[in-house]
């Protein structure tokens, strides 16, 4: 693809417009995007190709034969790998982005879906084959070409007059996945796209009012010139060398100086740790592999970066690194240093093997100790003591990253304690409990250790356990949803190990628990009239008919059923005094006035629960059975099932607390039966366009 235009070829300074204020639109959407990855959040990442050809890897290695089976498993791999294929296409009938950068890759996807389907037909191809196929795939999506085909894409659509916002995403989306792919810690991405395409004049504001650090290497376009004071003598020779680079790059040179990123060879850094509670016999500094003593009057002391930035606030990352720096050098004769060598992309990114570097440094202590002659103990009542605080500094011994390691005293997310005297009854009766409360009680202490949890696998391990009591008691549920849903909706369900039972449920009650946010955070924000926070404008009328009281906590107190009861009003007459939230607008309508769109919502969302159940199902066997899983969806699951496990714990303690004691307290089953009954009205009033039982529903 090429671009020889002259908007490619132009300074930003002197690009159209509406190309600049395209540039805006994409670099919030990168940082939306990486803020959305960094926090785990639900943007289509985890069914990115990148990310679900390795979990399809995984079934074929080490769990074919069930997987072959699994007819739920092999339509999940088969409708997220159609969407790459040439066949999906624009709204205006042009390729998409999707299948635009997977075409080097398209005919092994079209094998892979054969095979996925191929039943037991000798002439096509089988699971087996997959596992070739997928390692083309690996390769290939992740490579400088495929790169390469990104950005100009990206360049294709930002010099479009009307951007598709979809087709962005998706680009941005993979960009940033790739680079995570190649090492790089998304924090460090965050700001990537947005040095590329700064000004320069914007950037020299910067430098020449800072009052300490006086050039911020930091925020500069890759590749810029640093100062140096035997090349520049005074300040402005440095200014016009910086402003000749940033204009001898066109909009197209910007953008691809992402490449130049991507393909640069890892940079070599230290970890380094103090070592307490015993000292070498002499100076001899000893090295075994990639651990070695560090001595600073050897290998140099540490140092800041000049080109770091400086604010003074006791609480900021760099000041905390300058007093870690200061103690680290601090000698005594039972207190050394532990380097390991390692190799990565940034700092960040170097945090991600700090627990193994700390590994290593343990089995390199020991194996030291063991040299007696050359090793002194300070104590034989003392064992050595490897700090859980660590500096990481490059080669120069310049450091940029430090982590104090601490207990947090953060509480886990709980149910909150309305009812702490039932609870309270429950926890510490001798006598037998009601099973259902019971059944309670154990899922939410497993809901517990998953919060407590530090290792991701541990927090989807126990979040599943959480789940399992009320697996087992939903044996004679029947899995139920309306005819008029697509087939894929209705009808496709993982049946094994009653999967399905809790697709369904969990499906449910997230959809409820979102839709019931909305609403509330809707209600809330048009009750603030005429307080702090005030953004909409609302009827005095209107406002009477759910408005109460607000607290001098700043809470808003309403009549959530009085104001779901008139909720057509009060939406026509927000809809006429905020023409200007447009987007805010749409939403609301179409969550709770648009029957069409909430029952796409409601299909999709269902959709979307399902795979999330089979692929922490799957995950979770790999942990079983396997002690490890290659997925690189395992933090994002682990989260996931974390929030599935508490909206299901808190579904069952409302049925629970509505009954005035315990003997009024029905089976498990039951609550289920009466949840999946409730939710089947509510989406046949969808369907049927009644909206106002729908929206009923969200509230009982």
Request: net charge negative; hydrophobic share 35%; proline share 2%.
């Amino acid at each position: 693809m090429d671009h020889n235009c002259d908007a490619c070829d132009s300074k930003i300074e002197d690009i159209p417009e509406f190309i600049r204020q395209n540039l805006i639109v994409v670099t919030l959407i990168w940082t939306d995007s990486c803020k959305a990855i960094k926090e785990l959040k639900d943007n289509d990442y985890n069914k990115h190709l990148i990310l679900i050809i390795t979990d399809l890897e995984e079934e074929i290695l080490e769990n074919r034969e069930i997987f072959s089976k699994n007819q739920f498993a092999k339509n999940y791999f088969t409708t997220q790998i159609k969407q790459y294929l040439e066949g999906t296409k624009k709204s205006a009938g042009e390729p998409s982005a999707k299948s635009l950068w997977a075409k080097p890759i398209s005919t092994q996807l079209k094998f892979i879906l054969e095979a996925l389907n191929s039943a037991s037909d000798s002439k096509k191809f089988e699971l087996k084959d997959i596992l070739y196929f997928v390692e083309i795939i690996q390769r290939e999506i992740i490579s400088v070409e495929s790169l390469e085909g990104l950005l100009n894409l990206l360049i294709t659509e930002i010099l479009k007059e009307e951007m598709n916002r979809e087709e962005l995403k998706f680009i941005v989306n993979t960009i940033i996945i790739m680079f995570i792919e190649r090492g790089y810690y998304v924090k460090t991405l965050e700001y990537l796209l947005h040095k590329q395409l700064s000004l320069f004049q914007d950037h020299w504001n910067r430098i020449s009012t800072s009052t300490d650090g006086l050039y911020l290497y930091g925020g500069l376009i890759y590749g810029s010139p640093k100062y140096n004071e035997e090349v520049y003598s005074e300040n402005e020779d440095y200014k016009i060398a910086l402003k000749q680079y940033y204009d001898s790059l066109g909009l197209k040179d910007r953008i691809f100086l992402m490449k130049k990123i991507y393909v640069e060879p890892p940079k070599k850094y230290k970890v380094i740790f103090k070592l307490s509670n015993f000292a070498l016999a002499n100076s001899q500094s000893l090295k075994i592999g990639n651990v070695y003593f560090y001595i600073p009057k050897i290998h140099g002391k540490i140092t800041i970066q000049d080109d770091r930035y400086r604010y003074r606030d006791e609480s900021s990352d760099l000041v905390q690194f300058e007093k870690r720096i200061q103690e680290f050098e601090v000698m005594s004769e039972s207190i050394y240093y532990v380097a390991v060598d390692i190799e990565g992309n940034d700092f960040y990114s170097m945090k991600d093997q700090a627990d193994q570097a700390i590994r290593t440094v343990e089995m390199a202590v020991y194996v030291f100790l063991k040299k007696d002659t050359l090793m002194k103990k300070t104590n034989n009542n003392e064992i050595q003591i490897i700090s859980n605080n660590y500096i990481i500094c490059n080669d120069l011994g310049e450091g940029a990253f430090f982590e104090h390691s601490y207990i947090s005293n953060k509480g886990f997310d709980s149910p909150n304690n309305i009812y702490t005297d039932r609870i309270g009854h429950w926890l510490s009766s001798k006598n037998s409990l009601n099973k259902s409360v019971e059944t309670w009680l154990n899922a939410f202490k497993q809901y517990r250790k998953s919060v407590e949890s530090v290792q991701s696998s541990d927090v989807l391990l126990y979040s599943w356990y959480s789940l399992e009591p009320f697996i087992n008691k939903s044996e004679k549920i029947t899995v139920r949803l309306p005819r008029e849903f697509d087939k894929p909706v209705f009808e496709e369900w993982y049946n094994a190990n009653n999967i399905s039972v809790l697709q369904l449920l969990l499906a449910i009650v997230t959809i409820k628990s979102h839709l019931f946010d909305l609403l509330i955070t809707f209600a809330d924000n048009l009750a603030r009239k005429g307080f702090p926070g005030d953004r909409f404008s609302v009827s005095d009328e209107i406002l009477n008919i759910f408005f109460i009281s607000k607290k001098d906590n700043g809470c808003i107190e309403m009549n959530l059923s009085k104001f779901v009861e008139n909720f057509q009003l009060i939406f026509d007459d927000f809809e006429q005094k905020n023409s200007q939230f447009d987007k805010y607008i749409s939403e609301i309508r179409g969550h709770f006035i648009d029957h069409t769109t909430c029952l796409n919502k409601i299909k999709q969302a269902i959709i979307d629960v399902k795979n999330d159940v089979y692929n922490i199902y799957r995950i979770r066997n790999m942990l079983v059975h396997s002690s490890n899983t290659k997925s690189k969806l395992l933090e994002y699951y682990s989260k996931r099932n974390k929030e599935y496990s508490l909206r299901l714990i808190l579904e069952i303690r409302k049925h629970l607390f509505k009954t005035e004691s315990d003997t009024e307290i029905q089976p498990i089953d039951t609550y289920f039966t009466r949840t999946i009954i409730d939710a089947n009205v509510a989406f046949e009033a969808v369907v049927n366009n009644d909206m106002d039982k729908f929206r009923k529903w969200i509230i009982q």
